[in-house]
C-alpha cells in the first residue's frame, strides 16, 4: 500500500513521521510551497513538531492533490475539518474511485454537517467499505516524543482495516480495530463539546469534585448517543459483527468490540477534558468567566472544536433523539445566548 | 433521626459540617480529648479542615463509642478502613442491634480482607438491611470551601436510604440514591489500586495519552468486576431491582440505576485518578520512579490506601473470577516484587 498524506499541520506531520519511521515511501500535501521548500533542504517542518527529523528520501512532497491522489492507494485526509471541503471541492468527481481514504479528521465538516464519509460519498461516491478512521486520544507532541501511544483504526472492512493498521504499528504505537465508524467519529465531536463544557465549568469556578461527576456523567450521554447512533444502527449490508473477540497477543492483535471505555471513546474523552492547555478547556473557561463568545474568539484568534461541534450535534440529534442534556445545554449557552450559570443550574439537575 | 459520627479525620469533620449546617444536632465521636475540648472552646477541629466554624451548640462532643451509639440511630463510622477493627472491637455484641449503620469507609478492612457490612454482620449482627454507604468523588477540602459536590447514598432498603439522604442535601450537596451496596464499596476501593497504577505510569514517564487509555480501561476493568461482584449477584432476598427510573427534578430525587459511568463509579475513579496530590498517585511516582515499596513508604510517612487494596482485592478477586489484568498486574509489582516496567509491560498487551 502506498499512502499519501494531504495536509501540513501537527497531526498530518505525526503521521507522517509514523509512516516514514516504519520506512514507508510516502506522498505529503501541503499548501505551502515555502513549507515543501524547507522540509526537502532542512529535514523538518519549520512550522509543526520542529523536533521531527525526516528522511527526505521518503518524502515525495506536493502542493498539487491530485498528483497525491493518483500516487497513492491510500489518502488520509489530515487537514482541519473546517477546510477540508476546501481541500478537495476542485478535484474530479471520480478521483477517489479504486482508492482507499483514511480520515484523521476529528470531526464533523460544520458548513456541510456531515461527517467525512457522508461527504465523500455525496460528492465523489465513496463507498463506506473504501472508508477508514484513525482516531483515539493522541496530542501529536506525544508521538513527537515518541511516548506510547494508541491510535486506533475503525473500518466495516475489517480485513482491510487490519492491513493499514499493520503500517502505523511501530515502537512508540499500538494499533486498535475498531468497526464502529460512525460512532468514533461521532465521538471524537462530542469529545470537544464536553471538554468545552468542562472549561465553562472551570470558569464558573466549580471544583475537582464537580468536575469529575460533570464528565463521568458526560461519559454517558456520549455512550448512551453512540449506542442509538452508531454502526449498529446503520444499514451496512456488509458488516458481521464479531463476537467478543479478545486482544491477540502473539499476532499483535487488539480489537475493541463497540466497548465505549476503550481508548477511542473514553481515553479520548479524558485527555481532551483533562488537558489543561487545550483550546476547548481555554475558550469554555472565557465563556464561563463572563466573556461573550465574539470577544473570546478574538482574545484566542481562533476558533475551539467544540463550539462548531455543539451546533453540529444538536441539530444531527433532531434526528438521532438521543438523551444529550449536557451537550444541548452547552449548544444554547454558546449558540442562544443562554446564561452559563442557568445553563449548569439546567445541567446539576441531571447529574448522579 | 439522630446521627453519630465516628472519627475526627478530614472526612467525618466534613460530615459534621453537613449535618449542622442542616441544623442536626449530633454526636461526634473522637479519640484525642485535647482535640474535643479544643473544638468546644475554639469551635474548629485544630487539626482538619480548620476553616470549618460549627455552631458548637449542636455538637455532643465524646470520647466514649459507647455513648455515641445508645444516643444515635445512625450511626456514621468514618475513621480509616485500617483502624476501624480497632475502634469497634471492644464494644458488646448487640450494641448496634435498633440501629441504622452508614460507612463512610473508603475501602476495605485491610486486616480482615471484609468490607465492613461483613465485619459487622459477623461482629455484630448487623444485618445488610440497616447497613448503607456514603461514597462518591467528594474532597473534604471542597465540601469545607462549600463547592458543589455529589454524594451517593446506598443500601437496599430503598426507602431508608432516602431518607438518610434527605439530611446531607445542602447547597452545596446534591443526594444520589443507589442500592449496588457491595459494588459501590467496591469501587471506592478498586480506584485506589487505578490511581496508584497511574502513578506508577507517570513515574515509568509514560505521557498524558497512554494515561488517558490506562484509566479508561481501568474504568472498563472496574465495570467488569463489578458486574460480577455487585449487589445483582449478592443473594438478598428483599431488593427488588427498580427499572430505569430518571431523576425527579420536582422532588429533588436523583438516582443512578447500576450505570457505571455514575459519580460513585467513574466520577470517584477520575477525581482519584487526576488528583496530582493524592497518596496514590505520590506512592505510585515512586514505585514507577525504582523506589522499593518500603522505601516509598518511609519517605511518605503513610501508607497509600491503593498498596493495601491491591492485596485485599487479589484474593477477594480469586471468589470472583473476574477479568482484572490491570489490578492485579499492580499487585503483583507492589507484593510480589514485579519490577513496574515489567509489569507495564504487560499492561500495555491488555489495553484497548
Redesign the interface.
Known amino acids: 500500500m502506498k499512502f499519501g498524506i494531504i495536509g501540513g499541520g501537527s497531526w498530518a506531520t505525526a503521521l507522517a513521521k509514523i509512516l516514514t519511521d516504519n520506512k514507508n515511501s510516502i506522498y505529503w500535501w501541503m499548501r505551502s510551497e515555502t513549507s515543501i521548500k524547507y522540509i526537502l533542504s532542512r529535514g523538518h517542518n519549520p512550522q509543526y513538531l520542529s523536533t521531527v527529523y525526516f528522511n527526505t528520501g521518503l518524502l515525495h512532497l506536493t502542493s498539487d492533490v491530485s498528483t497525491l491522489i493518483k500516487n497513492s492507494d491510500c489518502i488520509i485526509i489530515a487537514v482541519p475539518s473546517a477546510y477540508a471541503d476546501v481541500a478537495l471541492q476542485e478535484l474530479d468527481k471520480n478521483i477517489f474511485q479504486g482508492k482507499k481514504i483514511i480520515s484523521a479528521i476529528k470531526g464533523i465538516l460544520p458548513e456541510q454537517n456531515l461527517l467525512l464519509n457522508d461527504y465523500l460519498a455525496q460528492h465523489f461516491d465513496v463507498e463506506l467499505k473504501n472508508y477508514f478512521a484513525i482516531l483515539?486520544?493522541?496530542?501529536a507532541e506525544?508521538i513527537a516524543?515518541e511516548?506510547?501511544?494508541?491510535l486506533?483504526f475503525s473500518g466495516i472492512d475489517q480485513e482491510t482495516t487490519h492491513d493499514i493498521s499493520t503500517f502505523f504499528k511501530t515502537a512508540y504505537l499500538?494499533t486498535?480495530l475498531n468497526h464502529d465508524i460512525y460512532g468514533v467519529q461521532f465521538a471524537a465531536t462530542l469529545k470537544n463539546i464536553y471538554a468545552l463544557g468542562a472549561g465553562i465549568a472551570h470558569g464558573l469556578?466549580?471544583?475537582?469534585?464537580?468536575?469529575?461527576?460533570l464528565?463521568?456523567?458526560s461519559?454517558?450521554e456520549m455512550?448512551g448517543f453512540l449506542r442509538k447512533a452508531g454502526i449498529k444502527n446503520v444499514e451496512v449490508g456488509t458488516i458481521e459483527h464479531n463476537p467478543i473477540t479478545r486482544?491477540d497477543?502473539a499476532s499483535g492483535i487488539?480489537?475493541?468490540t463497540t466497548?465505549y471505555?476503550?481508548?477511542v471513546?473514553?481515553?479520548?474523552l479524558?485527555?481532551t477534558c483533562?488537558?489543561l492547555y487545550s483550546r476547548n478547556r481555554t475558550f469554555g473557561n472565557m465563556i464561563g468567566k463572563g466573556y461573550s463568545v465574539k470577544a473570546a474568539q478574538l482574545e484566542m484568534n481562533m476558533v475551539a472544536e467544540g463550539y462548531n461541534a455543539s451546533r453540529c450535534m444538536y441539530f444531527i440529534n433532531q434526528k438521532i433523539h438521543a438523551e444529550i442534556p449536557i451537550a444541548e445545554t452547552i449548544y444554547q449557552i454558546l449558540w442562544q445566548n443562554m446564561l452559563p450559570s442557568e445553563g449548569f443550574a439546567k445541567i446539576?439537575?441531571?447529574?448522579?
Open positions: 483515539g486520544p493522541c496530542h506525544e516524543s511516548k506510547l501511544s494508541y486506533t499500538n486498535v469556578d466549580y471544583g475537582d469534585n464537580f468536575l469529575s461527576v464528565i463521568a456523567n461519559a454517558d455512550a486482544n497477543p487488539r480489537r475493541e466497548n471505555a476503550a481508548s471513546y473514553l481515553g479520548d479524558l485527555v483533562y488537558s446539576e439537575e441531571t447529574l448522579v
